[in-house]
């Protein structure tokens, strides 16, 4: 169809060149429904006219549209369980990469040329609707290697720093829009109430307050002042609602505590704690949500009609679309069929299948043709998601722009990120006034396995979903940065063994200062849910011995939580809680010496035990109160 407009067009454009000239452009050709009759026959449909509101745009091409089509949109698949080729074929509305899904070669122009490859096939389709690709770029485009990592949103929320944020995730958008991707499943919302969760880190603060305010910059950094800027990207406010609420114990899924769990409380708890962030990213502008995996006192959230349709939709009066985590619908029930229908009729809109494809258009199909599923909630589905698509003018500007290409991981970028790493950085304690190090220090040691891995310093959702340890991707370890940091001797042993290390006399050296990291390994949702958060008798060990043959002793604790320090406080004179720093190691050296203050505040309660969680459900003092560190 779009070749016979083309073929018109060019036709009347060679006629019109025979005669004198016609004195009226394409694009001031008479508007399909004005009457008018024209020689050439040609109108273009008000959809395909950027002129017009996007709203009108999407009813116009809803009017359009076929059954077959509709269900497309409202299918999101994984980019390795489809070809372009397929989402032609199936008129697909959504694809994404999940965490880890890069293509073959992990640059900045493949990912652009993999994106591009699926828009192409969209746009050959009877009516040329572009796809919309959707990724977790959580902290920075972390699946790209490359691109500039930043601290995970727990030391976001250590900078209590909306304006920091904002900037953050505005170069993230820009790193995003170099791979032709603008669509963002973050931030996550979830006002976690028990560390234990493997995704604590994800989260901004135990504080509602505290978390609407970062998340609002957080979706105001993606979506700038407008949807339609080709440095911009979809923010999709996440998990709704209630996923950093559920109880230790109630996950389903094999060998997972809390993650995906239950959430057992009140309805005027969870509008009390869960439900503020949501209301405040919504009069902020969220045109996307993404739908929790958990229950709420034991019916899935994506089966749930009133929190979803009613409160959501009707009350908070979101005209966005709602988009279903990964594979989420399957867990309704057994039948998929049912689960399927339960789902859309919740109002979920935009299903993230993310394999079988097939068989979720096949239940789709069936469901509308049995009546289960009514035409009017399929196209209120459609013309939400079309409605998006429209405002970010994916239909004008549909493919990659190579001038951006480097722009990602740019000095500039990194800079800003080495920024965000000082402000996180929490001064936990200090009695004996040990920081900053004076930069003539003569001899420091630095231990810990976490001092000289980029993998272990940006935690999960880095290159791929779990994250890994090693050389991931390009950035500076806590290790360089200390070694360009000051003038004297740094000595690094994994394991704070310096025996080799002797003084004039031969006898073993005793540094100036001894650093010890201890790191949490990288972890991603329910692989991080932990019954157990204290020390290990290694990591204490490891304190101990460095110790043994240092002046003064600092702990660093890199990890996506609190950890329960309470047996080791002692073994050092300070401790900075530096969280998932991401790429930019020199930030934390520019406050461990001086070169920026320490101004970060613990977002979460420090417990002092494993007794102590989850928040709340104690009534001795925390080893840090919720907002503690040390400025200096
Ligand atoms: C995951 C997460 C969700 C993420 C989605 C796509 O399981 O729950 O946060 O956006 O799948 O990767």
Redesign the pocket.
Known sequence: MKKLFAVLILLFMLLSACQPAAETAVEDLPRAGEGVETSAEILVPDYLDPDLPAADRAADLLSRMTLEEKIGQMTLIEKGSITPDAVYDYFIGGV?S??GGTPRENTPAAWADMVDAYQAAALDTRLGIPIIYGI?AVHGHNNLKGAVIFPHNIGLGATRDPDLVREIVRVTAIEMAATNIHWN?APVLAVAQDIRWGRTYEVFSENTDLVSELSVAYLEGLQGDSLADPLTALGTP??YVGDGGTVWGSSLQPNWEIDQGDMRVDEAALRQIHLPPYQANIEAGAQSV?VS?SSWNGTKLHGHKYLLTDVLKGELGFEGFLVS??QAINQIGPNFYESVVTAINAGIDMN?VPYNYKLFIDAMTMAVENGDISEERIDDAVRRILTVKFQLGLFERPFSDPALLDLVGSEPHRTLAREAVAKSAVLLKDDADVLPIAKDTRLIFLAGEGADDIGIQCGGWTITWQGGKGPITPGTTIKTAFEDAFDGLLFYNRFGKYDHILDGNGNPAIADVGIVVIAENPYA?GEGDSSDLTLSDLEIELISRVAERSERVVVLVMSGRPLVITEALDLADAWVAIWLPGTEGQGVADVLFGDAPFVGKTPFTWPASMEQLPLGSYDTEPLFAYGHGIEK
């Open positions: 994404l999940g965490g977790d499943y996440k998990h993404m995996y985590d990964w993230m949702e």
